[in-house]
């Protein structure tokens, strides 16, 4: 059984940084795409970020763009996420997802989830 464990989510201020990390335990391969999504109080689950199993390709949502960094270290079945200049609009529970194939844009992508780790970004 895979099981994806988030951690390094908390409360910054805003322009701060945080990175998260996600362990996949139980992962026996390592070519499917991994990624993060959020969700925000009173939001829809929404896609942020995902790489590829080599992580030579990597995707994110346009409010992002240039402010957030998705890697992986297979070895250590690992993805992390590091977030620089943090916006209030950022606040919200990040998800970790390891994808069915490798393509991992939508929740319908997502075979596994992880359980979530808060990020709370004040202004």
């Known amino acids: 059984q895979v099981q994806p464990v988030e951690s390094g989510g908390g409360l910054v201020q805003a322009g701060g940084s945080l990175r998260l990390s996600c362990a996949a335990s139980g992962l026996t391969s390592s070519t499917y795409a991994m990624g993060w999504f959020r969700q925000a109080p009173g939001k829809e689950r929404e896609f942020v970020a995902s790489?590829?199993?080599?992580?030579?390709?990597?995707y994110y949502t346009s409010s992002v763009k240039g402010r957030f960094t998705i890697s992986r270290d297979n070895a250590k079945k690992t993805v992390y996420l590091q977030m620089n200049s943090l916006k209030p609009e950022d606040t919200a529970v990040y998800y970790c997802?390891?994808?069915?194939?490798?393509?991992?844009?939508?929740?319908?992508?997502?075979?596994?989830w992880g359980t979530g780790t808060l990020v709370t970004v004040s202004s």
């Open positions: 997802a390891v994808g069915r194939s490798a393509v991992l844009r939508t929740p319908l992508h997502v075979a596994y």
């Open positions: 790489i590829n199993w080599s992580g030579d390709y990597t």
